[in-house]
């Protein structure tokens, strides 16, 4: 069964083969001004979203086509700048070395004789990007890629020596000032007269794409107790998130003018819409011998249970687990917000042995409201040691990792609200401008997208043109749409005349068949 779902859903898709540009060039306008700005020197911080990470690896033509790049492309047609320079790897391979050791994965490319057959797989080909060959000089894309709010004022978050353990970051270790260095100071020491902030995205992503396994920290600053795929406390992001723009904005700061991004709804972005809740296939067999399989706890144990009082029969009608003869059965799944009926199960008059009471302790098959990450495709409909009577899916329940639960979407949204909420009181407070990513992405993140400057762009995965192979991060098509509206919010907040991008010159996913 582990070939029942491997991106099938998205193997028919069509790419993109033609790029529609629009029909004169907007930098042909004649005049431009910067305005009440000042773009002499301009530094990004963020993190992947703002370093060019792309197709799941940091590699040169994402760099090339981050929004920080394309910005200061912009930048210079406005008036006399200063060079922006990024911390560029060594290859178009993507991944890293340490000490000669791969500690990071090539990039996804398109892989495929056909447009039927294509599928995303690795770059075949050898990192060259080795992390302690250390970066000189200082950089205006400080965008580091797994950075959260906090790390950007961490001290030794570039630490080579830290890199192995976890403890300190790879991408920021290349290019560090010194070993105990932080993103903002080296930021800082570069007296950027203008900044772009879009910070904050990974404080709720990394819990999302884990499938919610993690916790909120709701009410703990202690950083260092934070697991990786933590959700960060929404007053402790506000405060830290204060602290960088008041450092870049402040009367007591640099008083650089700057624009500050909010945080997109994860469940906005492909990484989520891809894997179906019901991608299993059944032949008449295989579906009658796994309902007689659950035959005696659908109808005398679930039953049982309503009756003496230890589940209201709406939960227990939710943990019935029914299969059918077709394509579309749902997945099952351990689900920690039910209530663990493990003990129960192997008590008076159930007697189970403790193996399939764990089993069944919090089990459910998948609703239309679950959301299965991408990741999970290749794992959904694989054996146990190759055994065909253990499932990933259908006779093993899926684990946390392997689906974001409607309640853990509803946890997701309202941090992303408040985190939007205190990005948005900040700019207002420092007279900065805002950009509203949030509802930017929620409108290509709808059925069928929207059309951009004449272009189709959605979020729908490979042919939408917004996003990369890894479901996360943007195309360089994607990165015009958000320079290009950085570039709206800075003529509306500075008053300026500054071109805007020609979104549909940027390109999108192509097929490459040098794949692993």
């Not at 950089?139 to 709010?149: E, I, L, R, T, W």
């Not at 008083?255 to 945080?263: D, F, Q, R, S, Y």
Request: net charge negative.
């Amino acid at each position: 069964m582990k070939n029942y779902f491997k991106y099938m859903a998205i193997l028919a898709l069509g790419i993109i083969s033609c790029e529609p540009e629009l029909e004169n060039s907007i930098e042909d306008d004649g005049f431009y001004a910067a305005g009440e700005a000042d773009f002499t020197n301009y530094v990004a911080l963020g993190n992947s979203l703002t370093a060019g990470y792309a197709d799941g690896a940091l590699y040169i033509t994402g760099q090339e086509n981050s929004y920080p790049n394309i910005l200061a492309e912009k930048f210079a047609l406005v008036q006399e700048t200063m060079d922006f320079t990024q911390p560029l790897v060594n290859d178009n391979f993507g991944g890293l070395l340490l000490g000669g050791n791969q500690i990071a994965e090539t990039r996804f490319v398109l892989g495929g004789e056909s447009l039927a057959t294509a599928r995303p797989a690795r770059y075949n080909g050898t990192p060259t990007t080795e992390v302690t060959a250390k970066l000189s000089g200082s950089f205006g894309n400080m965008g580091v890629p797994g950075a959260k709010s906090y790390h950007l004022l961490a001290p030794g978050y570039g630490n080579v020596t830290g890199v192995a353990t976890g403890a300190a970051n790879p991408y920021f270790a290349r290019f560090a000032s010194t070993e105990n260095a932080t993103v903002l100071g080296d930021a800082i020491a570069q007296n950027p007269t203008f900044f772009t902030l879009w910070i904050g995205n990974n404080d709720v992503l990394s819990y999302a794409t884990s499938g919610g396994d993690g916790i909120y920290q709701e009410g703990n600053t202690n950083f260092s107790e934070y697991g990786s795929n933590d959700i960060t406390d929404a007053n402790a992001f506000a405060f830290v998130y204060n602290s960088i723009v008041s450092e870049l904005a402040g009367q007591d700061g640099l008083g650089a003018e700057g624009v500050l991004i909010n945080i997109p709804n994860v469940t906005d972005i492909p990484f989520f819409k891809v894997v179906p809740v019901n991608p299993i296939p059944l032949d008449a067999a295989t579906a009658g011998a796994l309902n007689a399989q659950f035959g005696a706890y659908n109808t005398a144990i679930l039953p049982g249970l309503v009756q003496a009082g230890l589940l209201t029969e709406a939960e227990a009608n939710s943990r019935k687990i029914i299969f059918a003869e077709g394509a579309q059965n749902f997945v099952t799944l351990v689900d920690e917000d039910l209530t663990d009926i493990t003990g129960v199960l192997q008590q008076e008059p159930f007697n189970l042995d403790p193996q399939t009471a764990g089993l069944l302790g919090q089990l459910r098959q998948a609703t239309p409201s679950d959301l299965i990450p991408l990741t999970s495709s290749s794992f959904i409909g694989t054996t146990v040691n190759n055994n065909p009577m253990l499932v990933n899916g259908v006779s093993v329940p899926l684990g946390d990792q392997h689906v974001l639960t409607a309640s853990e979407q509803a946890l997701v949204a309202q941090v992303t609200a408040q985190y939007n909420g205190a990005i948005a009181a900040i700019a207002q407070n420092y007279s900065l401008g805002l950009v509203d990513v949030n509802t930017l992405l929620g409108t290509i993140g709808v059925d069928g997208g929207t059309i951009y400057q004449g272009v189709p762009i959605s979020s729908t995965f490979v042919s939408g043109g917004a996003f990369s192979l890894d479901g996360v991060h943007l195309t360089p098509r994607g990165n015009a749409v958000i320079a290009n509206e950085i570039v709206k919010e800075i003529n509306a907040t500075y008053s300026a005349n500054m071109p805007g991008v020609d979104v549909g010159s940027y390109g999108t996913v192509t097929i490459n068949n040098n794949v692993q």
